[in-house]
């Protein structure tokens, strides 16, 4: 009966009640296993084992051995791992730990002779999180974003699309971090190395710009469908020319095309048979069906009586 017995945590105060001092601000490092769940089971232990020790030895060989030696609320996710660390860091973190990340996995999947292949997708983060030493330290909006930034579609997507034997290592940074680090210029890559994307997670109120980072690109890395609609959304090009107005929509590895003809036919594909067409008001045409270049049967307009009969 002594658990009962426990003190009960200090109440505190609802948010925007009173002020309070923010808590320490803290880098943020999140790591995730492609595929895991795709590996047979006997493997996982092994590679929530490997996940750690390699990201030991790239922070080791980047020589900001520091960051892992003085790392703050770590946490084993299973496929993955996460931790906080100083911010000052974090020039580094991006580059050349990242760059040092992929080559070491690189030498794993060599060594490994192909028995466990491991592809991470990184995430990096800037924000105030509670840092005293307790149990339920490390957690706050920050961590929670940082989670979501490493499940967005944009990160997930460039890992797919790139070679499994050449990159290992696709990053997504928050804007945050991207903005202290990089847009700063206190981080050894220029910002061109970097593409700016908008983070969304299937299922989740999550929709935050963010930039993604590939050591080693490989593929077709470069076709921005796989970025996300609202990136492809600022290329299309729409033309109005008083007849046809034609508009395209690209999404991530598919397309449609919608196409509208004022006052006109407009035809795609085959149609057998005679079209239907009813007028409505204001001139235009009502079509029911599929209009399409290959008509077979009459193609105008069928009217029995006079066509403007019905209309003031």
């Known amino acids: 009966m002594s658990q009962f017995r426990q003190p009960l945590p200090e109440a505190t105060a609802m948010p925007h009640t009173r002020s309070r001092h923010l808590p320490p601000y803290r880098g943020i490092v999140a790591v995730d296993a492609k595929d895991f769940t795709g590996h047979p089971a006997i493997e996982h232990g092994t590679i929530s084992r490997a996940i750690p020790q390699l990201l030991q030895r790239a922070f080791e060989r980047a020589g900001i051995a520091e960051v892992w030696e003085d790392q703050r609320f770590p ?22 730990w990242l760059h040092t990340l992929q080559d070491v996995l690189t030498e794993f999947t060599v060594h490994s002779t192909g028995a466990v292949r491991l592809r991470l997708r990184v995430s990096l983060h800037i924000g105030p999180l509670p840092d005293s030493g307790g149990e339920f330290d490390g957690n706050g909006t920050p961590r929670n974003d940082t989670h979501r930034l490493l499940d967005s579609r944009p990160v997930k997507a460039m890992l797919a699309a790139s070679n499994e034997n050449i990159t290992h290592v696709a990053a997504i940074l928050s804007d945050r971090c991207y903005q202290d680090t990089v847009a700063s210029g206190y981080t050894g890559r220029h910002p061109d190395h970097f593409i700016e994307v ?20 490989s593929g077709n890395l470069y076709d921005r469908r796989i970025l996300g609609d609202r990136v492809v959304e600022d290329q299309k090009t729409r033309r109005e020319d008083g007849g046809d107005r034609r508009t395209a929509q690209h999404g991530a590895g598919h397309q449609s095309v919608s196409y509208r003809a004022d006052k006109g036919n407009l035809n795609t594909g ?37 066509k403007s009969e019905g209309r003031r």
Request: proline share 8%; hydrophobic share 30%.
């Open 75 to 96: 946490a084993s996710t299973g496929d993955g791992y996460v931790f906080g660390f100083d911010p000052a860091w974090m020039p580094f973190v991006i580059h050349p």
């Open 198 to 217: 908008p983070a969304t997670v299937e299922g989740k109120r999550f929709d935050q710009r963010a930039w993604l980072y590939v050591p080693a690109p």
């Open 270 to 306: 085959t149609v057998h048979g005679g079209q239907s067409v009813s007028n409505i008001d204001g001139g235009g045409d009502y079509v029911g069906g599929n209009k399409a270049g290959t008509v077979h049967g009459n193609q105008g307009d069928t009217v029995q009586g006079d």
